[in-house]
């Protein structure tokens, strides 16, 4: 019996069979992420299914083929160990990805030095210090944008022949880190900081530290950040913990630190003093119920309440008003104004506070009352007020503290109220005045309320001693440095914020740097409590401090301070602000106080780079200390970046759903990957149904993964929006969109340039091609905007000269301009082929160095895959490689010119072809160039090559004005006043609608023409007006009327046509 045939295996089928094995190969091996997996077999589907290049002995083959064969094994990296140079594909992928070009190169540029500087160099040094981010933060858009302009900067000057510094560092961010660990106590263990003790709290802060702080810095790895991370520093590290302390005991001994009692902003969860810049400002209109952490009870704000003071010796009352009613248990004084007749008899009198019997003086403060507002009646709370407290000073009141540092009524608010929480004994004390007839009523009163942005607590003015910093001399140097024409030390960029950093120092205050916290540097301050001082608390006697670098030295400065007496020594429970240690940063860095190599070669630093908003925060504080301690401004120049907004320009809230984390715009997340981050944070079920709307809005498909270069480019490309950044998701996916794009117009040259391609040492384009001339004279005219722009830190600008290059000219015009050189085998482009490839080489060559600093990772890649030049030793990675200069023999103004002719001719007519071809664009028509001067024509019939190509035509014929006639059946479009082209669309011409077209025309030359007519002829015209004005105006009139005759008897043609046809 014979057997049944064996159907044999189609060419699908044996496909499908090698597509399982290499999966089953690929589940075996488990070496790639689940991400490059799946990344992987993807490509490899669509190349089996669109077919491959055979390998690299066959690729001119194949080429000639389509490239119809081909091992998908060969377009997919191997595997690359840690640290090791990238192992490139055999073949160049047929899509770029970003997850696999962004792989390998990171860790080997690190492994290989790149990235460190030497300071013993002969090279000139430019440095950057990385602005500390906090040890518990994750990267933000914020970073993103600080990196990128960074990281172009430093990449740029690395490759110009500088010996470039980067600094990484992380700030131990003392309120921010002790809330996180605080939180975690607990959580996990149900204790607060006080329950364990200060010393073992800190080291529950070291252990988070190491455990968890520092993330931030892997993540900027992720960006391509060439940090020197061999002297990554912390701010709480051995060295610059030595920096903050001699800092401190120089500033004290030059009498620039002191200790004092004053107001300051005062968080009673946190139990400490806080900064400006940590209290958050919230408008509230009218009467508003809020949640204050620590009350059950939301507490009412936009509230004004009026209440009678009884004045002594039965001369009736005084009514004042306040947002505030609890303050007034700690009232020592009314003011009114001196020349308010209302209150005149009672200048010198008193008012009797009626819980306490304590007598208030009436005190006349022009500067403080306006008796227009209100009652004219002010009640001063100097311990508990800004404005009060200066009141206070100028009149020499009592100040009387009625808080205990937790936010409870004291003994000094009397018994009836002692113990209670703040917000409590407001309601008590409405209560109390109401009982006693003194309350007159309430209303609504907009406000501004200040919420410390760590806890989210109601902050409150409270008077303490404090250690502070004299700013009076240092203010006035850091002013100097920036305002001093005739010695300017210090630039802004942009130039505007010159004019904030002189508001901010002329009004200087002094600075407290205290701060009532465990985790930071403990003040290098000890108090010395004598065995017969009567009074025995800490602080009790100001002259009883003793500052010093460290216990022993306090203890012997001690004792030639109080010869012969008995003592014990306690250091300050405080520490110092963050503020102190960042803005001690530029010189820590590089080792100071010690005369480091590193001091000596990168001090100061070149420029900063920063966001505007920490402007006086830390930056003026940097130019201060750096000037008092270092001798010099830190750095000579200030960058100053706008805010990252949403696409809407809203701030980026979590409650609003809009926070972008780079990481999810780098490797792409759905939106499903979005909701689950919402639902893993604290937002409360309210906020968090708003902010998933508000993702389902903005990202209704999730963000789509774009890489850490199309980010980046993305970025630094929004610099040039003022001080605020409209970020759009979709402006980021569009460049790595373009990043696909410039990945297979490389591929396309790699091509063209074969195998056995040789680079030349020199290119010189004298005996080139018209187009290959041009694409270079043009890549000279980007590498010298970009230089410019980079130099000038208009970074958007760069962007721009690099994308316009690449895009515009290279991608848009050359390659599709020299593809006739590569067509068939013509040898009559034998030599121009030849030139083609060579100019083709020096724009990827140039391009990709050019781009770099922009989109480190796709362009080191695509450059490593470029042939090397004939006998020439090239650099190992392209960031260690020249960036692009200008080359003087490739200015060629003449072709410029003359190309601009052929690409105003090309778009006009693919105007043309656009209007006629509305089913049949791809069909090649003939077309004319009708030229009014035998110049242009003999341009256009040298450079007929470019425009048939360029333009998609099947011929093109030249014209001559008074020579030659049109043919019929034409369409027109102007080019310029001696050039018009045709398209011949003969049978499909729709005449009537041309002949519309035309009389548009002359109707707008008619206006023009009466337009420029009008001012010719206006009064005074001849006499007032220059002559070189009025003869433009002459060649534009003459130009309006031959346009004007042109078209005119072009319609007269189509109409004749018209006619001719009707017959």
């Known amino acids: 019996m014979l057997q049944p045939e064996k159907k044999p295996e189609t060419e699908e089928d044996l496909e499908r069979k090698k597509k399982k094995e290499e999966k089953a190969k690929e589940k075996e091996l488990k070496k790639l992420k689940a991400q490059e997996k799946a990344l992987q077999a993807k490509i490899k589907a669509q190349q089996v299914q669109d077919g491959v290049n055979a390998p690299k002995k066959s690729a001119k083959k194949n080429a000639k083929r389509g490239g119809d064969e081909g091992n998908p094994e060969d377009f997919i990296d191997p595997e690359t160990p840690l640290g090791e140079k990238k192992r490139l594909s055999i073949q160049m992928a047929k899509q770029y990805s970003p997850t696999a070009v962004e792989k390998s190169w990171y860790s080997w540029w690190e492994n290989k030095g790149f990235f460190s500087a030497d300071a013993s160099s002969s090279k000139p040094p430019f440095v950057i210090v990385l602005p500390p981010p906090n040890v518990t933060g994750a990267l933000h858009i914020g970073h993103a944008l600080t990196t990128a302009i960074e990281d172009t ?189 209302r209150y005149s008899h009672l200048h010198g009198k008193f008012a009797i506070h009626p819980f306490n019997g304590r007598k208030l003086p009436i005190v006349c403060d022009a500067m403080l009352v306006d008796p227009k507002f209100g009652t004219g009646a002010v009640k001063i709370t100097p311990a508990h007020d800004p404005n009060d407290f200066e009141v206070g000073k100028r009149h020499n009141l009592e100040f009387i503290n009625i808080f205990t540092d937790d936010g409870k009524i004291n003994s000094n608010g009397g018994s009836e109220f002692a113990g209670m929480p703040r917000f409590a004994a407001r309601e008590a004390v409405l209560e109390a005045l109401h009982k006693k007839g003194l309350y007159r009523g309430a209303k609504n009163n907009e406000m501004r309320l200040g919420l410390c942005s760590r806890s989210n607590d109601v902050v409150e003015p409270m008077i303490k001693p404090q250690w502070f910093v004299n700013c009076n001399t240092m203010g006035k140097q850091a002013l100097d440095a920036a305002m001093d024409v005739e010695n300017r030390k210090l630039e802004f960029i942009p130039r505007q914020y010159a004019a904030e950093w002189k508001r901010w120092l002329e009004n200087i205050r002094d600075w407290c740097i205290s701060r009532q916290l465990w985790w930071g540097h403990r003040i290098p301050a000890w108090y010395a409590t004598l065995d017969d001082d009567e009074l025995k608390e800490l602080g009790a006697y100001s002259d009883h401090w003793i500052v010093a670098g460290n216990e022993s030295e306090a203890l012997e400065e001690a004792s030639k301070k109080f010869v012969g007496k008995k003592f014990e020594l306690h250091q300050d429970p405080d520490v110092l602000d963050t503020w102190f240690s960042s803005g001690l940063f530029p010189l820590s860095v590089l080792g100071w106080p010690d005369h480091t190599d590193d001091f000596k070669a990168f001090y100061p630093t070149s420029v900063l780079e920063t966001g505007h908003d920490i402007l006086f925060f830390w930056v003026a504080r940097m130019v201060m200390l750096g000037i008092q301690l270092g001798g010099d401004v830190p750095f000579g120049k200030v960058y100053l970046h706008p805010m990252v907004r949403d696409a809407h320009g809203r701030k980026m809230s979590k409650s609003l759903g809009n926070v972008i984390d780079p990481l999810e715009v780098i490797n792409g997340i759905t939106l499903e990957g979005l909701h689950k981050r919402l639902e893993e944070g604290n937002l409360d079920p309210k906020e968090l149904v708003v902010a998933k709307e508000g993702q389902v809005k903005d990202f209704p498909n999730g963000i789509a993964e774009c890489g850490a270069d199309a980010l980046r480019f993305a970025l630094v490309s929004y610099t040039a929006q003022s001080d605020k950044i409209n970020l759009d998701i979709q402006r980021v996916v569009g460049y790595r969109q373009w990043c696909n794009k410039l990945w297979n117009a490389v591929r396309f040259a790699m091509t063209k340039l074969g195998d056995d391609y040789v680079p030349p040492l020199i290119v010189n384009p004298e005996r080139m091609p018209f187009s290959c001339k041009w694409i270079l004279a043009m890549l000279n005219k980007a590498i010298s905007m ?278």
């Open 153 to 341: 900067i430093i990449r740029w000057r690395r490759m110009s022949g500088y010996n470039t510094l980067w600094v990484p560092g992380v700030d131990h961010a003392g309120i921010a880190t002790q809330v996180v660990v605080e939180k975690k106590l607990m959580r996990e263990r149900n204790l607060t900081r006080h329950d364990v003790g200060r010393e073992l709290f800190v080291d529950e802060v070291w252990k988070w530290k190491h455990e968890y702080g520092g993330t931030i810095l892997k993540q900027l790895r992720c960006l391509g950040a060439s940090l020197d991370w061999s002297r990554e520093c912390f701010t709480m590290d051995e060295k610059r913990s030595k920096a903050v302390s001699e800092a401190f005991v120089r500033l004290y001994k030059e009498g620039l630190i002191y200790r004092d009692i004053r107001l300051v902003n005062w968080d009673c969860v946190l139990r400490t003093a806080i900064s400006d810049i940590e209290v958050d400002y919230t408008d509230i209109k009218e009467r508003t119920l809020l949640k204050v952490p620590g009350y059950e009870k939301p507490v009412e704000f936009g509230v004004i309440t009026s209440f009678a003071y009884p004045l002594e010796g039965g001369l009736g009352e005084i009514v004042v008003a306040t947002t505030r009613v609890e303050t007034m248990l700690g009232d020592t004084a009314i003011a009114i104004h001196p020349d308010d007749a």
């Open 786 to 1063: 970009t230089v410019a722009s980079l130099n000038d830190y208009e970074f958007s600008d760069a962007c721009n000269a690099v994308y316009s290059w690449w895009q515009y000219q290279f991608c848009d015009v050359f390659i599709e301009a020299i593809k006739p050189y590569f067509a068939g085998d013509k040898s009559a482009f034998a030599s121009h082929r030849k030139f083609a490839q060579d100019a083709l080489w020096v724009c990827l060559e140039n391009g990709l160095r050019l781009l770099h600093p922009f989109m480190p990772f796709v362009t080191e890649e695509l450059w490593q895959r470029l042939p090397c030049a004939q006998d020439s030793e090239r650099k190992d990675s392209i960031m260690i490689s020249e960036y692009p200069s200008v080359v003087e023999c490739w200015i060629d103004e003449k072709v410029e010119y003359e190309m601009d002719v052929v690409l105003s001719t090309v778009k006009c007519l693919r105007s043309l072809r656009a209007e006629q071809l509305e089913k049949q664009k791809n069909e090649r028509l003939p077309a004319f160039a009708y030229c009014e001067t035998d110049a242009v024509a003999e341009t256009i019939k040298t450079h007929e090559l470019e425009i048939v190509t360029l333009a998609t035509l099947s011929n093109l014929k030249v014209l001559l004005s008074g020579k030659d006639a049109v043919p019929a059946g034409c369409a027109v479009e102007t080019v310029n006043e001696n050039l018009k082209v045709y398209i011949e669309v003969q049978g499909s011409l729709n005449a009537e609608a041309e002949r519309e077209k035309i009389r548009n025309k002359m109707d707008e030359i008619q206006k023009q023409q009466e337009k420029l007519q009008k001012i010719m002829n206006a009064s005074g015209y001849e006499e007032k007006v220059p002559t070189h004005i009025k003869e433009d105006n002459v060649s534009k009139l003459t130009k309006l009327m031959q346009e004007f005759e042109f078209f005119k008897k072009e319609n007269a043609r189509l109409e004749a046509e018209m006619e001719a046809d009707n017959k």
